[in-house]
């Protein structure tokens, strides 16, 4: 069974631009959950979707976002990037809500902003 | 917003000696968690806890549910060199506004001598 996948690994982005970041979760899971994780600030949960609901939500800004397709599919867009965005992001996957005993994390996207 | 103070931030030991660490909190939570995470790679879920002062075991590592609900620490026996990493504490709690969010620990940096 393959494990939860995330593209790109590796972005370079300026001020200002926006991204976008996909994660695949594992076969048979609907939730799918990111975390942005720093050295100062360590691991914080951004927001958890299940069947293309947003469930729960972190205390990030607005330019965070997110979605969730049919296939469970899931996408982080990052609107007016700045210099603090710079970052690991993960996304976990479990089968359903609130799951986090059954999480499953990616190996994250490496996020740097210039 | 709830926060877990998870000490010590770093460990040298050398092979086959003990490690204990620990996470405390000001907020109660419903579920203590601990994972570990190798560079490049997300976290891996190592133990889940339940209920207050429980107390699990997995091979050489120990944790334990403070009976508060606010505090939980993780025991690894005999370590290895294969031990080395970060080391994560968790907790899942209900929101107020009855969401559920997932709270990290900053993290302990094990290095284990051979």
């Known amino acids: 069974k393959a494990g939860v996948t995330q593209t790109p690994r590796y972005l370079i982005k300026t001020r200002g631009q926006q991204v976008t970041l996909s994660c695949s979760p594992i076969?048979?899971?609907?939730?799918v959950s990111w975390y942005q994780q720093t050295p100062g600030q360590g691991l914080q949960f951004l927001f958890e979707?299940?069947?293309?609901?947003?469930?729960n939500k972190g205390n990030f800004p607005g330019r965070f976002s997110g979605r969730q397709f049919s296939n469970s599919r899931s996408e982080m867009n990052v609107s007016t990037l700045e210099l603090g965005d710079s970052a690991l992001y993960l996304c976990a996957s479990s089968s359903t809500s609130g799951s986090y005993n059954e999480q499953f994390f990616g190996p994250g996207t490496r996020l740097t902003v210039l | 917003g709830q926060q877990l103070n998870q000490s010590p931030q770093s460990m040298f030991i050398q092979e086959g000696e003990d490690v204990s660490m620990n996470c405390t909190s000001s907020s109660i939570f419903n579920t203590w968690l601990w994972y570990k995470q190798d560079p490049g790679e997300g976290p891996v879920l190592l133990i889940a806890?339940?209920?207050?002062?429980e107390l699990t075991s997995n091979g050489r590592l120990t944790a334990q549910f403070g009976i508060t609900r606010k505090d939980s620490f993780l025991n690894i026996s005999a370590s290895i060199p294969s031990d080395v990493g970060i080391y994560f504490c968790a907790g899942h709690l209900f929101t107020q506004g009855g969401s559920e969010k997932l709270v990290f620990g900053k993290g302990m940096k094990l290095t284990v001598n051979p």
């Open positions: 076969s048979g899971h609907r939730s």
């Open positions: 979707y299940f069947s293309e609901t947003q469930r």
């Open positions: 806890l339940y209920k207050a002062g």
